[in-house]
C-alpha cells in the first residue's frame, strides 16, 4: 500500500503538474501562429467585401483565442490516457482534490477574462462602421462613413428564386445581380412570401428576408469577380435549388449592364409595382 500510496503522491503530482504546464505553454506557442497565420489565411469567406476581409479578422482572433484551449484539453486527455492512468489489478482512484483555492482562483480569472474580452470584441466588431454584413433592419443603427452615396440594389426573394432591382436605374428588375467594383453597396433585402435569407459568401452577407421588411445590409465591394449567392433558409420544397451566381464588375462595365437590362426587361417593367421598400399585401395571396 505504501508504493501505491507514494505514485499518488503530491510530489509526483506537482512535477507533473508542472509538466504539463510547460508541454501546454510549449505546444501552444508553436500551434496558435500555425492556426491563426497559415490557416487563418483561407478561413471563410475570403476577401470578396471589406466586410468580408474583416469577418476573416474576427475568425483569426477567435482561432488565437481557442488554440492554447484546444491545446489545453487535448493534452490533458493525453495525460489522463496515458500518465494519471490507474494500472494494476487493483483500480484505485486517486485522492480527491478539494478546497485548492490556487487552482479556483486561477480557473474563474482565466475563464473570466477570455469570455469578457470575446463579449466585448464581438460587441466592439458588430458596432464597427464598416458593419458586420447581416442585416440590421429598415433603419440600421450603425452607418458606414460615406453611406449617403451608397448605390442601392435591392433583393427580392421568393419561393424559388432571387431577383434584383436597381432604384437608381428605372427601378429594373432582373435576375440576375451584377455590382459594381470598389463601391459601397446599400442591399434592401425583402420577401415576397415567406422568410428566406439572401447569403452572398464570398461578400460575407447573409441577411434575413423576410416579407414586409426592409433589411438594409452595407457591403463594399472588392474588385471584379464573381461570388455564390444561395438561400440560407429552409423555405419550401426546392430551397436548395435556390441559388445564383453574383458578379462584381468594373464600374464603367455596370453602367453598360444596367443599360442593357433597362432595354431587355422593358416589355415587363410596365406590369411591375413601381419600387418601394416592401411589397405587400402579396404574401398572403403568391404564399397560397
Ligand atoms: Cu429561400
Redesign the pocket.
Same mark, same amino acid.
Given at each position: 500500500m505504501a508504493a501505491s500510496a507514494t505514485t499518488h503522491g503530491g510530489s509526483g503530482g506537482q512535477n507533473y503538474g508542472r509538466l504539463f504546464v510547460i508541454l501546454w505553454i510549449g505546444i501552444s506557442v508553436v500551434a496558435t501562429p500555425l492556426t491563426t497565420i497559415v490557416l487563418g489565411r483561407n478561413i471563410p469567406p475570403g476577401n470578396g467585401s471589406t466586410e468580408a476581409t474583416s469577418q476573416v479578422l474576427d475568425n483569426q482572433v477567435l482561432l488565437a483565442v481557442s488554440t492554447p484551449i484546444a491545446v489545453f484539453v487535448l493534452l490533458f486527455l493525453g495525460f489522463a490516457l496515458t500518465v494519471f492512468r490507474a494500472r494494476g489489478p487493483e483500480l484505485v482512484d486517486g485522492p480527491p482534490v478539494r478546497g485548492d483555492s490556487r487552482i479556483q482562483i486561477l480557473w474563474l480569472v482565466v475563464t473570466t477574462t477570455t469570455v469578457l474580452f470575446l463579449a466585448a470584441f464581438g460587441t466592439f466588431e458588430l458596432f464597427d462602421a464598416a458593419g458586420a454584413g447581416a442585416g440590421q433592419g429598415p433603419s440600421p443603427a450603425f452607418l458606414p462613413d460615406k453611406h449617403a452615396s451608397a448605390l442601392d440594389v435591392q433583393v427580392i !426573394?421568393?419561393?424559388?428564386e432571387?431577383t434584383y432591382r436597381y432604384p437608381g436605374s428605372g427601378g429594373v428588375e432582373t435576375p440576375h445581380l451584377v455590382l459594381p467594383a470598389h463601391t459601397l453597396i446599400r442591399l434592401h433585402v425583402t420577401?415576397l412570401d +415567406? +422568410?428566406?435569407?439572401f447569403w452572398a459568401y464570398e461578400l460575407g452577407v447573409k441577411a434575413d !428576408?423576410n416579407p414586409g421588411t426592409d433589411n438594409v445590409v452595407y457591403v463594399t465591394t472588392n474588385g471584379p469577380r464573381s461570388f455564390h449567392i444561395r438561400?440560407?433558409?429552409?423555405?419550401?420544397l426546392w430551397?436548395g435549388y435556390?441559388f445564383d451566381t453574383g458578379r462584381v464588375v468594373p464600374a464603367a462595365q455596370f453602367a453598360s449592364w444596367t443599360t442593357a437590362q433597362q432595354a431587355t426587361f422593358k416589355p415587363v417593367q410596365q406590369y411591375l409595382p413601381p419600387y418601394a421598400t416592401t411589397y405587400l399585401p402579396d404574401p398572403q395571396r403568391r404564399a397560397g
Open positions: !426573394a421568393q419561393q424559388w432571387f420577401s +415567406v +422568410v428566406h435569407s !428576408a438561400c440560407a433558409e429552409l423555405c419550401g430551397h435556390m
